[in-house]
C-alpha cells in the first residue's frame, strides 16, 4: 500500500524531530509531491544538512529528495579557510585506511573541495565523510577519482 503525501510528510517531520544532529529543525520545511520530498529552510552546519536529507531519504514511500537547504554558520563557527584546510588535511592524514599522499584539499569561502585520486570506492566516500562535521564548512565537493592501478 502505498503512502500518502501527507503520511510521507509526517514521518519526515518526525524523523527530522527525532534527530539529534538537527536541533533545530522547525527551521526546516517539509513538502512532498507524489513520492517526492523538497526540503527548504536554513540548517547550521554541512553535517545538518546531510542528515535532513539522509532523515527524509530513509522514510517508506519517499521515492527522491530535493535539497534546497542553506547552511548559515554561526558567528561562533566560522573560521578562515586555511584553518579548515589545515584541519581537513589532518583528518586525511590520521585516517589509516587513506592514503593522503594523492589527496589535497581546496578551500574557497568554506566550502571544502576534495581532490586527487584513490585505488577504492569506499576511501573516496570516507575521505567526503570525515568533511561532513568539520566546524565552519558550508559544502562540500568530492573530486576524488577512483582508480584500482594505484599502488
Known sequence: MS????EIEHAVR???????????NDEIAV??????V????????FGQERAAVAAARRQPGVEDVYDQLQVRL???????DADIR???????LDDPMLDADYLDVRVKDAWVTLTGQADRQFQSDKAFE???NLRGVTGVTNEITVDQRLP
Not at 74 to 80: Q, W
Open 31 to 36: 513538502d512532498v509531491y507524489h513520492g517526492v
Open 14 to 24: 518526525s524523523a527530522l524531530s527525532d534527530d539529534p544532529r538537527l536541533p533545530f
Open 38 to 45: 523538497t526540503l527548504r529552510g536554513t540548517v547550521g552546519s
Open 130 to 132: 570525515h568533511m561532513l
Open 86 to 92: 589545515g584541519e581537513a588535511l589532518q583528518l586525511l
Open 3 to 6: 503512502k500518502t503525501s501527507d
Open 74 to 80: 554561526l558567528d561562533a563557527d566560522r573560521r578562515v
